[in-house]
């Protein structure tokens, strides 16, 4: 069965360090998502991507975020100065389409990154 | 704003036993409602959906959940638990109110202890 993956699967950097988080969709889905659970707390939507642009993101994905489809296969979550409170394990979804429009398809998540900032 | 409400952190169940995990959400519009479960070191798992039509939905692992719109509840339930169900359980919502076609909102998750 397709699955998305994630690489790494725990990154440690410094703060202020530049990460990127990488992610493989399941092939044939069209809409691609991150999330983030910081530990202790519920899972977080961060941002979606179609068509080579972002769809919709909420407030925590601020200017010290991008995310990119750097080619066909490959989706990827860049923070571009950690702070410490970018701890979090950072889940990539993907899923098919969004049902026309009409709502939210189902999204399929990989097993997470786990982000640890000193 | 939507959201979702998980009222029970933590649930201890002994194995055979019968389960039903809470959830209420707040929603706009009409919901799509999904249980995922993750399990120590893994991911979250798809366990069930609703979009719409019957609202006694089936899943895998011989989860179900009822979807009742008038209590704005969709609680996860399984007959008789076993060993291996023991993880987080996480509701969340989604669906097609104010253009926000993407997003899922989550509950805080409950975990789930099975006693042997």
């Known amino acids: 069965e397709p699955e998305v993956t994630q690489t790494p699967s725990h990154q440690v950097t410094q703060m202020g360090q530049e990460v990127i988080l990488r992610c493989v969709p399941i092939s044939n889905h069209l809409y691609f998502y991150w999330y983030r659970q910081i530990l202790g707390q519920k899972v977080e939507f961060l941002v979606s991507?179609?068509?080579?642009?972002?769809?919709?993101k909420s407030e925590i994905f601020d200017d010290q975020f991008s995310v990119e489809r750097p080619d066909g296969s490959n989706f990827t979550l860049k923070i571009r100065s950690t702070k410490l409170e970018d701890s979090a394990m950072y889940f990539c979804?993907?899923?098919?389409?969004?049902?026309?429009?009409?709502?939210?398809?189902?999204?399929?998540f990989g097993p997470g990154t786990r982000l640890t900032v000193l | 704003a939507q959201s979702v409400t998980q009222p029970d952190i933590h649930i201890t169940v002994s194995e055979g036993a019968s389960l039903e995990l809470r959830c209420n959400y707040s929603y706009g519009a009409t919901p799509y409602l999904f249980w995922y479960v993750q399990s120590p070191g893994q991911g979250l798992q798809l366990l069930l959906k609703?979009?719409?039509?019957?609202?006694l939905v089936q899943g895998i692992k011989g989860f179900e959940a009822e979807f009742k719109r008038s209590q704005s509840s969709f609680n996860l339930r399984k007959p008789s638990v076993h060993w291996s169900d023991a993880a987080e359980y996480f509701c969340?919502?989604?669906?097609?109110?104010?253009?926000?076609?993407?997003?899922?909102?989550f509950g805080k998750g409950t975990l789930l202890t099975v006693n042997p």
């Open positions: 609703y979009f719409s039509g019957d609202t």
């Open positions: 979804a993907s899923s098919v389409w969004t049902s026309g429009g009409l709502g939210t398809d189902t999204q399929y």
């Open positions: 991507f179609y068509n080579n642009e972002i769809s919709e």
């Open positions: 969340a919502v989604g669906g097609n109110s104010g253009g926000s076609n993407y997003k899922l909102t």
